[in-house]
């Protein structure tokens, strides 16, 4: 099993940037794909990013050009570095593994999730 902890949450003016961070313990994410879903109130979790074993990686149109995923295979740690940021990216946002070699975009192909860190931008 793998266990994942996110932080780099916090409230950011828009326009501004935040790194998110998903470390991960048991296993090494090398042996994972590895991605970000988000959930804002009221509505239905969503990908956001994902990075395969082999490095492919995969983003949420809305995100594409502003949101970079990012595997430090030595920290064992999983980065969402995400820059010019809009008041519509506010959402609990969640880091998750799986062993699937595609389908990163459904919900049910992730194995392993963290508890979440919450991302407030203001306008």
């Known amino acids: 099993q793998v266990q994942l902890v996110e932080s780099g949450g916090g409230l950011v003016q828009a326009g501004g940037s935040l790194r998110l961070a998903c470390a991960a313990s048991g296993r090494t994410l090398r042996s994972y794909a590895t991605g970000w879903f988000r959930q804002a109130p009221g509505k239905e979790r969503e990908f956001v990013s994902a990075?395969?074993?082999?490095?492919?990686?995969y983003y949420l149109d809305s995100v594409k050009g502003r949101f970079t995923i990012h595997r430090d295979n030595v920290k064992n740690t999983v980065y969402l570095q995400m820059n010019s940021l809009k008041p519509d990216d506010t959402a609990v946002y969640y880091c998750?593994?799986?062993?699937?070699?595609?389908?990163?975009?459904?919900?049910?192909?992730?194995?392993?999730w963290g508890q979440g860190t919450q991302v407030t931008v203001s306008s």
């Open positions: 990075i395969s074993r082999s490095g492919s990686t």
């Open positions: 998750a593994a799986t062993q699937a070699r595609n389908d990163y975009m459904d919900y049910g192909v992730w194995d392993y």
